[in-house]
């Protein structure tokens, strides 16, 4: 199951990464439209840690602390574009997670919780490592 998520959202992830990193004078309008700070910065951070991060979860190369920045980046996603829904997670759940940023956190979040998986890298160098101090 987690290399399934892995891969798909990681694809998603890289996909929608790539697509930010093409239309950076785009995305630092709209960044800037939402008041995030120093959105000339921010905007291609955030493409490259899409991108990046995506094909490294898909591979499931240090893949907590990805998850745990594509998920920081998906609540601040929320914060900024579907405050709305967020704060309306109790009230009214329908809108929290029919939001773009949902699925994409959910992936994070699980990959953060339950780590890579049997078949990544992650779990190669571990039991490399784990041979290596036997020895």
Known sequence: MLLAVRLYWGFQFAQTGWGKLHHLAKITG??????????GFNAPFIASLEFVG???????????????????????????????????????????????????????????IFGAGLFSIDALISKRL???KQR
């Open 130 to 132: 784990q041979v290596t």
């Open 30 to 39: 709209f960044f800037a439209s939402l008041n995030i700070p120093f959105p």
């Open 54 to 112: 995506g094909i490294l979860m898909m591979l499931g190369l240090f893949s907590r602390p990805i998850a745990f920045l594509l998920a920081c980046n998906m609540f601040v996603a929320y914060w900024t574009a579907d405050r709305e829904a967020l704060t309306a997670i109790f009230s009214d759940p329908e809108k929290f997670y029919v939001a773009d940023p949902y699925t994409f956190l959910f992936a994070s979040l699980m990959i953060l």
